[in-house]
């Protein structure tokens, strides 16, 4: 079975600042997606970045930028110029491609905070 | 913006009662899938729609938890009886058709069984 794991449950940052979430996930499959969403406190999760695996290039969004290193499995965020509305749960997250079923399978999460 | 509806949005019940959840996805997004989040952790996903069809209720406790998505539009997720272990958070999300892999998130219902 596919599994998530983010080894840190909190993090913070200074505002202005970089910081980096971890994530590994463990597949046998070669065709896959990988995502970063964030949920802010009482507010819905939002898809920050998403990767195809496929693809060697690391997907950039704007502040939001991945390390996406296939062979290890890992998947990290990194944001850059860290705002105050950068501060919710970040969950990293998998899932299958052309397989029957199509659902996320999630880390644990990460806390950050930004500290102004 | 089209987002993702669900209600209630808290729900306060005692066990053994029966509890309905409602989420009506964006329109035109033929995929519906209910994940529930218990407390500091991440969603888990109970059950998978394709239009009306479902595609995967694997980790649906199906002895009480039910779903239905009967003209493949908007889905109700139903417990019945609740137990104290169901207090979570229950988050609808759709996506366009399979194969697109982006799903969209509601606000979710936090469910509290005393």
């Known amino acids: 079975a596919q599994t998530v794991t983010q080894s840190q449950p909190e993090m913070s940052v200074q505002e202005a600042e970089t910081v980096t979430l971890s994530c590994t996930y463990d597949?046998?499959?070669?065709?896959?997606?990988l995502f970063w969403y964030k949920q802010p406190p009482s507010r819905q999760m939002i898809l920050v970045i998403r990767?195809?695996?496929?693809?060697?290039q690391n997907a950039t969004e704007n502040r939001f930028s991945v390390n996406f290193q296939k062979a290890a499995k890992s998947f990290s965020l990194k944001i850059s110029d860290s705002q105050l509305g950068d501060a919710a749960m970040y969950f990293c997250?998998?899932?299958?491609?052309?397989?029957?079923?199509?659902?996320?399978?999630f880390g644990k999460g990460t806390k950050l905070t930004v500290n102004p | 913006e089209a987002e993702v509806a669900q209600s209630p949005r808290y729900k306060i019940t005692e066990k053994s009662q029966a509890v309905a959840f409602w989420c009506d996805p964006i329109?035109?997004?033929?995929?519906l899938y209910w994940y529930r989040q218990i407390l500091g952790q991440g969603p888990e996903l109970l059950v998978q729609?394709?239009?009306?069809?479902?595609?995967?209720d694997s980790q649906l406790p199906k002895d009480r938890f039910s779903a239905e998505r009967l003209k493949g539009v908007d889905s109700t997720l139903k417990i019945q009886p609740a137990e104290l272990g169901d207090s979570a958070m229950y988050l609808c999300?759709?996506?366009?058709?399979?194969?697109?892999?982006?799903?969209?998130f509601g606000p979710g219902t936090r469910l509290t069984v005393l």
């Open positions: 990767q195809e695996a496929y693809k060697q």
């Open positions: 999300a759709s996506s366009l058709s399979t194969h697109t892999y982006e799903q969209f």
């Open positions: 997250a998998y899932v299958k491609a052309q397989g029957g079923s199509e659902k996320l399978v």
């Open positions: 729609f394709q239009d009306e069809s479902v595609v995967d």
């Open positions: 597949t046998s499959e070669s065709d896959y997606y």
């Open positions: 329109s035109g997004h033929a995929t």
